[in-house]
């Protein structure tokens, strides 16, 4: 493992990972849990993530004009990753999408479409992926405002079946760690 993915490992492990009796967005339940904003919001987090993420995008020559995904979790993620970008001289904006329109003003459901062009190529991040479903609510929003959702990355997949259903719906499919290596790390 790369030196800087297995440090963002260690730092999820020691940071997000715990054990008990838990209920995910899913409906599943599980001995394991990963509140990964612990690790997205540090400052040590944030910049590995967006720096890991960058490189991804750049050794698999994504063709990419922005990246987001369902607030909150994607969030920190997609500032990081258009952080990481900035800092490369590469203009890749942000954006946030809502899980309900906004009450007042506009009334959008995406944020940030000010920095997009009609039809922009979008990555739709997560922190963490188990069936795929808050990706899939952003890109149906995505796609119906005329976005072309191409990728899904998530800083850590629970290796549950997510996977197979982006490459189902004809998106890629890419985790910078996954649930097997961060049980495996020792702090």
Do not use: C, W
Not at 62 to 82: F, N, R, Y
Not at 176 to 185: D, F, G, H, P
């Amino acid at each position: 493992m790369p030196q800087k993915q297995e440090k963002l490992v260690k730092l999820i492990r020691r940071l997000s990972y715990r054990e008990g009796e838990f209920v995910l967005a899913s409906g599943q339940k599980s001995s394991f849990y990963i509140d990964l904003k612990a690790t997205t919001l540090h400052p040590d987090g944030a910049a590995l993530i967006g720096e890991l993420a960058l490189n991804e995008i750049n050794e698999r020559s994504i063709e990419v004009d922005a990246v987001g995904g369902m607030t909150l979790g994607a969030d920190p993620i997609a500032t990081a990753v258009s952080l990481a970008a900035r800092s490369k001289g590469r203009f890749l904006p942000a954006y946030i999408v809502r899980k309900e329109p906004k009450s007042h003003g506009t009334s959008k459901y995406i944020e940030g479409t000010e920095n997009l062009k009609p039809g922009a190529r979008v990555i739709v991040v997560e922190d963490v992926v188990t069936t795929g479903g808050s990706s899939k609510k952003a890109i149906e929003r995505l796609q119906s405002d005329g976005y072309k959702p191409i990728v899904v990355f998530a800083v850590v997949d629970r290796e549950q079946g997510a996977k197979a259903v982006f490459e189902a719906m004809g998106l890629q499919f890419v985790a910078l760690t996954t649930i097997s290596e961060i049980r495996e790390a020792k702090e």
